[in-house]
């Protein structure tokens, strides 16, 4: 078996097959590059097709989705649901409301989430889901009854046991409660575990809010271990201002970081002097509460400039970059930006921010690079241990779920680092995060049988 030809031959299939499908060939051609290691040591993973099987969805749902305006107007979006592999776990992932969203992006995600989920350790298969319908400028109203039209067809396909849906950009506390109580209504069943992310209130887990910001800020930190560095007095430019930027900002400010920026899609705030306690709690309110763009941060505080349609990239210079924002948001120009600026650290909170041809440039630069399914992971693994407590039907304390955060976060970049040198690519989190997550899935599915 020559490895490398029977990857090239899967590669190709993929790109002929869906050539529109960018993000979801961006995703699968990098984690099929990284398996030319692993098909040279197990050509068993060849013989039973294991990579054709994985990049083929169990299923997709796609439906329609009719709801009602404030005026009263007849509105109607795509809904969608990628139910990916279910090799270790019911299917788990979040869903996506934004104006960009297709199946190509779906897939991407979905199939991400595979490896990612398997990196956790937990015993949790990969989905993704979500709808092109824009939640920008829409009142609480509007956002509940499109809620409540797209559980009224999703909750035939999850359930606790079966596909458990969480959030994503455009889901959060809000909308998952919405969600839930929907099909609380279809279904006459309270059933908590169909979906995590839930308020605290009732059923959520402390913590699962901050998880995705803060685990990719101990990923960063055990990163910096290796090279003997900390994250002390390091300035980080981090990118969007949604729910991972906020506590990855957070989170580094706790390490003795500064975080000099955040963006939205209409631009990007740079504050040299750190956003840390009023000005964090005014971003929190401003993105949480007020829904407001961030130019008003700039307005706002002295110390702070606004860049109209700028990434932060090329800003302002920083040690340390958190892009968390969306796909493909640091591409080659930036990554040249970030080295030139005396870079030493990205980190992915978003997932899929950086273009191959960025990674490449920053791995090639000596930049230290965590790939968002390894480095992100923190908010599903702790999805994960929300589904755990929901089960026993009783809470952990902020302590204990942070402590179990840290240390599955710990666990995931050894699994990378380990797999990385094992497979003769040292410090290569790319090939590490693919490897060590491919090989728990392929061993689950080659136990399972052919199917
Ligand atoms: N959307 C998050 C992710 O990209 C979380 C998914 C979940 O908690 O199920 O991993």
């Avoid at 055990?222 to 729910?243: A, F, H, T």
């Avoid at 992915?348 to 690079?369: D, R, S």
């Avoid at 089960?391 to 952990?396: D, G, Q, T, V, Y």
């Amino acid at each position: 078996m020559d490895a490398n030809q029977y990857i090239d031959e899967i590669i190709q299939d993929v790109l002929t097959k869906y050539p529109w499908q960018k993000e979801f060939n961006q995703a699968a051609l990098e984690v099929l590059e990284s398996m030319r290691l692993v098909i040279e040591r197990y050509p068993k993973y060849a013989e039973h097709r294991i990579l054709e099987r994985l990049i083929v969805p169990d299923r997709v749902v796609v439906f329609r989705v009719p709801w009602q305006d404030d005026h009263g107007g007849y509105q109607v979006n795509r809904g969608f649901r990628v139910q990916f592999s279910n090799a270790l776990g019911p299917y788990k992932g979040g869903l996506r409301l934004h104006p960009t969203v297709n199946l190509s992006v779906l897939k991407f995600l979905g199939f991400e989430q595979i490896f990612k989920n398997s990196l956790t350790g937990l015993a949790l298969g990969g989905a993704k889901g979500g709808s092109d319908f824009d939640p920008k400028g829409k009142s609480d109203d509007e956002v509940m009854r499109f809620c409540q039209a797209f559980m009224n067809e999703l909750f035939h396909y999850i359930g606790p046991d079966t596909d458990v849906p969480a959030g994503d950009i455009g889901v959060g506390v809000r909308e998952i409660g919405y969600l839930l109580g929907q099909y609380k209504m279809l279904t006459r069943i309270y059933a908590g575990g169909v979906l995590t992310g839930k308020s605290i209130h009732w059923g959520g887990s402390l913590i699962r809010t901050e998880a995705t910001g803060y685990g990719l800020v101990y990923f960063v930190d055990e990163m910096l271990r290796i090279r003997d560095d900390e994250i002390r007095e390091k300035q980080v430019l981090v990118s969007g201002s949604g729910n991972v930027a906020q506590y990855a900002i957070d989170k580094v400010n706790h390490f003795g970081g500064i975080p000099i920026s955040c963006s939205d899609s209409s631009g990007t705030v740079i504050d040299l002097d750190g956003i840390r306690g009023e000005k964090f709690d005014f971003l929190l309110d401003l993105k949480n509460v007020r829904r407001g763009r961030i130019a008003e941060y700039a307005e706002r505080f002295r110390t702070a400039t606004f860049y109209p349609g700028k990434r932060p990239w090329g800003l302002a210079p920083a040690k340390i970059a958190l892009p968390c924002a969306t796909q493909n948001e640091l591409d080659l120009d930036d990554a040249t930006a970030l080295v030139e600026n005396g870079c030493m650290c990205v980190a992915e909170g978003a997932n899929m921010p950086t273009t191959p041809e960025a990674v490449a440039y920053l791995q090639g630069h000596g930049v230290l690079f965590g790939p968002g399914k390894a480095s992100n992971a923190g908010g599903v693994a702790t999805s994960g241990l929300e589904m755990s407590q929901n089960s026993l039907r009783l809470s952990w304390t902020r302590e204990e779920v942070d402590e179990k955060l840290r240390g599955i976060m710990r666990s995931i970049h050894k699994r990378c680092r380990d797999a990385a040198e094992e497979f003769g690519t040292p410090d290569n989190y790319v090939n590490g995060a693919n490897i060590a997550g491919f090989l728990r899935v392929a061993k689950a599915m080659d136990d399972q049988g052919l199917v």
